[in-house]
């Protein structure tokens, strides 16, 4: 799928009265686009001799109008139900006050455009199969594969569409309005006809879980009727697998963190948006996430019982816990939450890195390091809930990170590589709208307190 055309490029109009016309009786514009990939949130307020006097935030900055590639104007719809910090002022003020920049917005402009470029036409992002759209050019690598990234067809389409329709809407384009209202309508129909469907198979809860997210998220902002019956039955299916423990788990009688977190965080985002979780679940669910925290480390396990067979309690099991209590409201009351929170908080760093380690008493090649865009991402969730210096502190070195390893050149320009733990098995398309997510936080919910 084409990425969505510059507005310029539709207005002859604009062509006869020339860019720095329209630049000049553009006072209320609240997205500057320039040609070197940056995005500006702000207002122009003069123009002379071909400068432009762009207010952004509290600063008044001078750019060249040759410089601009277009100017697209991002007032808030008005048919909108919920999240207005995704919009206009209310954003510029969120971006702000989260610790976002004018660098982190155009990095996040490049991914969306890049996801665009890779859409099929049925609205999905093919986890193996989106290098179809770079006939032209010399393809992108990084297909998706298997739960352990083996080199297998990647059943897990769900996942990159439900992250990519998610970023396009924390953007502010819905399925009527902005330059990606066609991709999010296509993403939208495609995530809404997967929760229809049944959460069944070995992919079935990981894309069913995403695309429940995706849709709730669309309600939470947009207020559609259909979705709220929709999404009514969601959580009826969803609850329908929960074990007995008060988790999830894709191939486990008892349930497990990672699938856990998918399965909740979907109930999350719907309690939020509005749409009743029976209270005796999210309980059940909490009772089972703090049951997983080895107190020594703050650490979660996999499993009950996971240590015994070898699995070390991860960083990723507890951002991904703590993610789910911020999405219920309840992340001030874990326990041991100091030491949770600072076993998630290890400085991003984006540097593949590896080790040859004794693994069960054999030689193995291991990752070392922080690479892991996977736990970064309900890191980001969770640290953003918790505010403070927990927050500023991550989200300053996150930035750093996700701007050093966002490819700059060539058909992958716009997107970031799949490197670290388990970042092949959905590649990189999804590892894109995962750090356009990470880097969209400042304004893409509110915290629940």
Known sequence: MRAPPSPLACLPLVMALGLVGLLASSGGADEIRMKDGELLHGAVETRTKGTLHVRVGDALRKIRADDVAEIVEADVPERTFGLPQRWGQARRKALSAGGGTTKSEAAVSRALHWLASHQDEDG??????????????????????????????????????????????????????GPYADNVRRALRWCRAAVDG????????????????????????????????????????????????????????IGDVPTTGVAASALGLCHRAGIEVPKRSMAATLKFLDARVVAAKGRSEYHDGAERKGYTPTRANTAAALTVRALYGALARAPHLAKQIGAIREKPVWKIEFKELKVNGKPTRVQIGNLYPYQWAYATQALFERGGSAWSGWFGGLKKALLAGQRGKGPCRGSWDPLGNYSDSAGRVYITGLCALMLQAPYRYPRSR
């Open 198 to 253: 049944s959460p069944g198979g070995a992919y079935g809860l990981w894309n069913y879980g995403y695309c429940t997210q995706a849709v709730a998220d669309a309600y939470w902002m947009l207020g559609a009727s259909e979705d709220r019956e929709r999404l009514t039955r969601a959580v009826e299916k969803i609850l329908a697998l929960q074990r007995d423990d008060g988790g999830w788990s894709y191939y486990l009688a």
């Open 124 to 177: 999905k992002l093919d986890a193996d199969g989106f290098m179809r759209h770079d006939e032209h050019v010399r393809p992108c690598d990084g297909a998706g594969g298997g739960h352990q990234g083996e080199r297998v067809p990647c059943g897990s389409d769900g996942v990159p569409t439900a992250v990519a329709r998610m970023a396009w809407l924390a953007s502010g384009s819905t399925p009527v309005s």
